[in-house]
T-cell receptor, first 113, second 116 residues
Framework: DAKTTQPPSMDCAEGRAANLPCNHS???????VYWYRQIHSQGPQYIIH?????ETNEMASLIITEDRKSSTLILPHATLRDTAVYYC??????????????WGLGTSLAVNP | KAGVTQTPRYLIKTRGQQVTLSCSPI?????VSWYQQTPGQGLQFLFE???????NKGNFPGRFSGRQFSNSRSEMNVSTLELGDSALYLC???????????????FGSGTRLTVV
């Protein structure tokens, strides 16, 4: 599985868009990009995933560059409850028995009032 | 529907003891994975079970073991506890079928183990 690189921390003003970048320059053609977040003292929460097209759901938008070497998670109107550590993971969809996820240290997002 | 349930939420043990942690996945989910999370290392994969069979294992010593029951509930056991085993242990369930991964994982809130 490809590894990812994320900035260790970011700040965002409440109500503004939070744009969290992720580099995955060694991503393979069959690997998806997944985003999770972890709020303090809770388990990670699935946010969104995509292969090559941009994706949007009720929580966020995922923008994947054309070469797929990087992506950006967008929280359109950040709230204080979005303060969390955000993890970007790349993972093959069909990888036989090897389904473990490789987690980095993520980006600690602080949403400020 | 109920989420992933992990018990207990907090646990304090002394060195040398053993501990068993429990995880009940979301109803219908057959895949259960375990992770160890520490401040410096992040989430480290322990093992994954599907239909009572261990499908994959991380790089942890043999003191860490697990099993899955026919109702998909899973337990992990750590024997001869060391101070370094203090961590948040997370369980995640998935609807994934054998050989595919096209669903996200749902995590429980974890069991925080402190070894003194």
């Amino acid at each position: 599985d490809a590894k990812t690189t994320q900035p260790p921390s970011m700040d965002c003003a409440e109500g503004r868009a939070a744009n969290l970048p992720c580099n995955h320059s060694t991503i393979s053609g069959n690997e998806y990009v997944y985003w999770y977040r972890q709020i303090h003292s809770q388990g990670p929460q699935y946010i969104i995933h995509g292969l090559k097209n941009n994706e949007t759901n009720e929580m966020a938008s995922l923008i994947i560059t054309e070469d797929r070497k990087s992506s950006t998670l967008i929280l359109p109107h950040a709230t204080l409850r979005d303060t969390a550590v955000y993890y970007c993971i790349v993972r093959a969809q069909n990888a036989g028995n090897n389904r473990k996820l490789i987690w980095g240290l993520g980006t600690s997002l602080a949403v400020n009032p | 529907k109920a989420g992933v349930t992990q018990t207990p939420r907090y646990l304090i043990k002394t060195r040398g003891q053993q501990v068993t942690l429990s995880c009940s996945p979301i109803s219908g989910h057959r895949s259960v994975s375990w992770y160890q999370q520490t401040p410096g290392q992040g989430l480290q994969f322990l093992f994954e079970y599907f239909s009572e069979t261990q499908r994959n294992k991380g790089n942890f010593p043999g003191r860490f073991s697990g099993r899955q029951f026919s109702n998909s509930r899973s337990e992990m056991n750590v024997s001869t506890l060391e101070l370094g085993d203090s961590a948040l242990y997370l369980c995640a369930s998935s609807l994934a079928t054998t050989g595919t991964y096209n669903y996200g994982y749902t995590f429980g809130s974890g069991t925080r183990l402190t070894v003194v």
